[in-house]
């Protein structure tokens, strides 16, 4: 029970990490929309910058270049919308319709190769520790983040952001700062999970993020804007997605249940929205 539940959480390490990330963005009222773009870069990233400082460690300098690139892009797009008025959903595809073609033609002009570019034998970690290191970020992130919501004050007050950045400049917050600050921690996230769906794998491949950037958005939606919603929505997610993985075995038609897991996640966020709307209206006083 304790190993299928370790393996349950390794697997959903990066898309948990990815939906925290969006949850981030939602509290300050600024969804981030390039979270997919920003996993494919910080998986190029992390790859390439393992590959590229060998010398120094290969690992650590690696992730270090991954976190700065998601972190600062995000902050930049950010400060763009606050400070310029752009709009940061469009600035957030941006990310997302260029990145491909960033990694492509960097790994073309570093590699030689723009379709797989793997870690050699003597870099790569054991699977084992891979799937440790994993699963203890996903509940590092979960837990972090929902203890620092709670219980400091600069959490509160990205949580309040949102819904009252007027009552926050009242008090002398500034609250462009905090944005700018709070995507940050969004973007950092966002390339923590897309440096772990490469170091998974050993290598970088073409669409690595494959659309987990959109179910991340999702599922900080469907969590009901809480940590530990956002956090089971991720867990139930992967869980679907390796049952109809499992029934697709001796199909004849496997495609059929390729989108199940998305009409089943539609169908328990349409269930738990009725159940609490029933239950407000309803309950004994």
Not at 160 to 168: N, V
Not at 198 to 226: D, E, F, H, T
């Amino acid at each position: 029970m304790i190993t299928a539940s370790l393996t349950l959480i390794a697997q959903a390490a990066p898309l948990l990490i990815a939906a925290c990330a969006a949850l981030i963005s939602e509290y300050v009222g600024l969804l981030n929309v390039g979270i997919e773009g920003l996993m494919l870069l910080s998986a190029f990233a992390g790859i390439s910058g393992i590959l590229l400082t060998e010398s120094l460690g290969g690992l650590i300098p690696g992730l270090a270049i991954a976190l700065v690139l998601g972190a600062g892009l995000s902050m930049f797009i950010t400060a763009l919308a606050v400070y310029r008025k752009a709009n940061i959903y469009i600035l957030g595809l941006s990310i997302n319709l260029t990145g491909a073609g960033f990694v492509s033609v960097l790994s073309t002009r570093l590699f030689g190769n723009r379709s797989i570019v793997a870690l050699p034998p003597e870099l790569l970690l054991q699977p084992q520790l891979v799937k440790t290191v994993s699963a203890a970020l996903a509940v590092l992130t979960g837990l972090g983040l929902a203890l620092f919501c709670r219980y400091t004050k600069t959490g509160v007050r990205i949580k309040i952001l949102g819904k009252d950045a007027a009552f926050l400049d009242s008090i002398g917050v500034h609250t462009a700062r905090l944005k700018i600050a709070a995507m940050g921690m969004s973007g950092a996230a966002a390339a923590a999970a897309g440096c772990l769906l490469s170091l998974q794998l050993g290598a970088l491949v073409p669409n690595q993020s494959a659309g987990k950037g959109w179910i991340a958005l999702v599922l900080a939606y469907a969590g009901g804007r809480s940590v530990v919603g956002t956090i089971c929505a991720a867990l139930l997610f992967v869980y679907l997605e390796n049952a109809i993985a499992a029934a697709q075995i001796g199909m004849e038609h496997p495609a059929l249940l390729i989108g199940l897991p998305f009409v089943l996640g539609l169908f328990l966020i349409i269930a738990e929205k009725l159940i609490v709307r029933l239950w407000k209206r309803y309950r004994i006083k």
